[in-house]
């Protein structure tokens, strides 16, 4: 009897909450103050989470969700939920012709004064070079999703956690008796943002469901289903529309122009549909609102499990190529922000580093995908009308930074929005290169758009016509991990001969009296955002010859040569375009060691460093993200190219998130796991958000992307011609193991360690050929229990013939 008027009690006590919240539902917007929180939830069951005990206080702790078009960023507030939206393809502005008539001649005369030694009048006469306009649009946010809840006042056990093992960000808590749950994704095959509030209770889910914009749009009702937000950026910008499905299971919903008002439901799942007019080669209509009515015509009214499994089984197919094992440390159960703090602290973490990685991995995953325009300074995620830097594409290391880590981390075809990008600036690229220097072929300079822009921006450090040679080399990147032919003939070969042929015309005779006299120079130059004192005490950063400009065509005619004997082996392919590359690869300058300081020259003089700890490290290109400069191979330019990171980190270089995470590289090339490890430590303490997003500050998301890589480099390498295992392991990774990474030559390397140590490895290539290894003491390779037979070419470094699709054993 007692046990029926307890269970009488709680059905009554449930109805009320119910009821109350249903009526509250429908009043004013919630007040995030008065939510009180108690209790302490446990750790979620998946190691690789980001999680918090307290919702985000702003954009930089929510915990982002995307499938490469669309994303999301997800506040988990109880009262007054925001989900902050983003459609990849909402830039403002639209496309112009923005070479400037004047360029050609300014270009000469700039020529002319910098071979002279006049700096100054060069930089007066550069202005002339600017494109018309020289500054790009910004891209922009799509709106916000708002879901209003009334009385949820005390709330228990409260949890918000990105897994990064389903990709769904999910906000659990408790009030009274109730219990709620609200999972948030992005489905790439569906397209469209998903999510999903529940209540353990039936009849307990109420809410207003509001979509919002700053300006430029407004939101009308769709019918009986939901909401539209629909805009324009301007008379002749794109045009963008979001639609808002809500179907809710039980309870009442009601549509009207104050919002979705769903009233006592069990469960609801909001679909949010979102496009732009923004048309590129493969679509077929340009309408915002008929291409979301086509997708959501698509999915029809499906369960919400459909929509769950579509997603997980899309998604964990990438994500799961690649595991990674560092062990575990005390803070392995502490929410994110502590982890981070206890990090600050001075605990050591490498399960943090594990995590990290695979966040990186999770981004690329999440803000380019076949199809999607590539990620930007900001990936996917922007709340601004203007962002910081336009979150545009920055040519002189950034938006090279965030695919660093697409090949070796497994997750190659996330690349090629980046390679269709790069196709896409041709046209433009090549009208550029006509009009501003005379030149064949295509240039891009240190930032563009989704409008084509190639022209000098922002200022004379813009004019930096080097951006397309340094970004087409990812194309051949592409062909050395995958042996992909096709892609090499068709997409890769063009692409890079196009840059190299601007290039060819752009390199010029350095004069008498310079300190490469009769070389090839490029001029004018820079090194990005860098500056110089000369002897006179003035102060430039308009030069000819940077080192960086030399290692970027370097790189670019040897990656183009290397294609051209792929393609051709008996000598009978593109002939001319081999011979104009090899003759000018003989005249190109060299690069330069300071007899005064021993380090690595990032100028074609020796000139002093007004600010000797300069964020941008760009001499050092030749030994990362380039392969000119080796420990084996160079000695003496590798030893020279340490004294500059050495010199440049004593100064206080490395402050910005990318530029720490492109010095975790640098140490992994040197073989110095230790160092890459302790500047990882300082990555994670000073350079990193809550929610783990890089800052520069603010959030630029190409330092995920470098740590991510520079974390793949210090446990595989294969830029110097051999598969080298374990090259920069630190001791603080003493025991670990790692499953999936990718190496050139079409190579999946798996390897688990012990002390220190090689255990065992497993090596499976794409293609046949011969694979050169190097491990850190001796090996046998074995492979079907057979012993295969290997070949020494140096100290811990072997070659053996390779079998597609055989794997082979590797141990001490």
């Not at 990318?658 to 796991?673: K, L």
Request: with cysteine; proline share 5%; charged share 20%.
């Amino acid at each position: 009897m007692k046990i029926r008027i307890y269970r009488v009690l709680i059905a009554a006590t449930l109805a009320f909450h119910a009821y109350s919240h249903t009526v509250l539902a429908e009043s004013a917007p919630a007040d995030t103050n008065t939510v009180q929180y108690s209790g302490q939830a446990a750790a979620p069951e998946s190691p690789l989470s980001i999680w918090f005990r307290q919702p985000a206080k702003d954009w930089n702790e929510a915990l982002p969700v995307g499938n490469g078009r669309l994303g999301a960023m997800v506040f988990g507030r109880v009262d007054d939920e925001r989900i902050q939206l983003n459609e990849d393809s909402l830039w403002a502005g639209h496309r112009i012709d923005t070479t400037n008539p004047q360029a050609l001649e300014a270009f000469k005369k700039v020529r002319q004064l910098l071979f002279e030694g006049k700096n100054n009048e060069a930089t007066k006469a550069a202005q002339n070079m600017m494109g018309v306009p020289e500054r790009v649009k910004s891209y922009q946010t799509l709106g916000d999703l708002r879901l209003v809840f009334k009385g949820l006042t005390n709330v228990i056990n409260y949890r918000r956690d990105l897994d990064l093992e389903t990709g769904i960000a999910r906000t659990t808590f408790q009030t009274g008796l109730r219990r709620f749950s609200r999972e948030v994704w992005v489905s790439a095959p569906d397209q469209v943002i998903i999510a999903r509030i529940s209540g353990e209770v039936p009849g307990t889910v109420s809410f207003i469901a509001n979509l919002s914009r700053s300006e430029n749009a407004k939101q009308e009702v769709w019918g009986d289903q939901g909401l539209i937000l629909k805009g324009q950026l301007g008379d002749q910008g794109l045009k963008f529309e979001a639609r808002l499905r809500v179907m809710a299971e039980g309870g009442r919903t009601t549509v009207s122009a104050d919002g979705v008002k769903v009233q006592a439901a069990d469960a609801v799942t909001l679909v949010i549909a979102a496009a732009t007019s923004y048309k590129n080669m493969n679509d077929t209509s340009a309408d915002p609102a008929e291409r979301c009515q086509r997708v959501l015509e698509a999915l029809g009214y499906r369960k919400f499990a459909d929509f769950k499994s579509a997603h997980l089984a899309d998604y964990q197919r990438l994500f799961g190529r690649v595991t990674l094992d560092l062990g575990r440390s005390p803070s392995d159960s502490l929410p994110t922000n502590e982890r981070l703090e206890a990090v600050r602290q001075g605990a050591e973490d490498p399960a943090l580093a594990a995590l990290y990685f695979q966040f990186g991995r999770y981004l690329l995953m999440s803000s380019s995908r076949p199809g999607s325009l590539p990620a930007n300074l900001q990936g996917l995620w922007n709340e601004h009308i203007e962002a910081p830097w336009n979150s545009d594409y920055h040519f002189n290391i950034n938006v090279q930074m965030n695919y660093w880590p697409a090949e070796v981390c497994n997750l190659s075809e996330c690349q090629l929005p980046f390679i269709d990008y790069l196709e896409s600036l041709v046209p433009s690229g090549e009208h550029t290169a006509k009009v501003h220097y005379g030149a064949r072929g295509w240039v891009v300079h240190h930032l563009s758009d989704i409008w084509g822009f190639t022209t000098p921006a922002d200022g004379v450090w813009g004019i930096w016509p080097v951006g397309g040679a340094w970004a087409s080399g990812h194309a051949f990147e592409h062909y050395r991990f995958t042996g992909d032919t096709t892609f090499l003939a068709r997409r890769a070969y063009p692409l890079m001969k196009g840059a190299a042929q601007f290039m060819l015309d752009f390199l010029v005779q350095a004069p008498a009296g310079s300190p490469v006299a009769g070389k090839l120079v490029t001029n004018p130059s820079h090194s990005p955002e860098n500056q110089f004192k000369k002897a006179d005490g003035t102060v430039s950063s308009f030069t000819y010859a940077a080192t960086m400009d030399l290692e970027i065509i370097r790189d670019l005619f040897v990656n183009c040569l290397e294609a051209n004997q792929i393609l051709g082996p008996d000598g009978k392919f593109d002939p001319e375009f081999r011979a104009q590359l090899t003759h000018a690869l003989s005249l190109l300058a060299p690069l330069q060691i300071s007899p005064k300081t021993g380090r690595l020259q990032e100028w074609v003089e020796d000139y002093d460093e007004p600010e000797p700890g300069h964020r941008h490290m760009s001499h050092l290109f030749g030994l990362h993200p380039g392969r000119q400069i080796t420990l084996r191979g160079t000695p003496e330019l590798a030893a020279a190219a340490r004294k500059s990171l050495e010199y440049r980190l004593s100064h206080g270089g490395g402050g910005t998130g990318w530029s720490r995470a492109w010095v975790v590289n640098f140490w992994a090339r040197f073989e110095d796991g230790d160092q890459a490890w302790k500047n990882l430590c300082h990555l994670f303490s000073h350079c990193t958000l809550p929610n783990l997003f890089d800052t520069h500050p603010p959030f630029q998301i190409d330092g995920n992307f470098a740590a991510t890589a520079g974390i793949a480099e210090m446990l595989l390498q294969s830029h110097a011609g051999e598969v080298s295992l374990l090259p920069a392991l630190p001791q603080a990774w003493a025991h670990g193991s790692v499953k999936g990474l990718r190496a050139r030559g079409g190579y999946e390397v798996s390897m688990d360690w012990d002390k220190g140590q090689l255990v065992t490895a497993e090596i499976k290539p794409n293609q046949d050929g011969r694979c050169v290894l190097r491990t850190r003491g001796p090996v046998k390779i074995t492979s079907g229990g057979g012993r295969i037979h290997t070949e020494d070419v140096g100290p811990n470094c072997v070659a053996f013939k390779t079998v597609q699709g055989i794997s082979y054993l590797v141990a001490p």
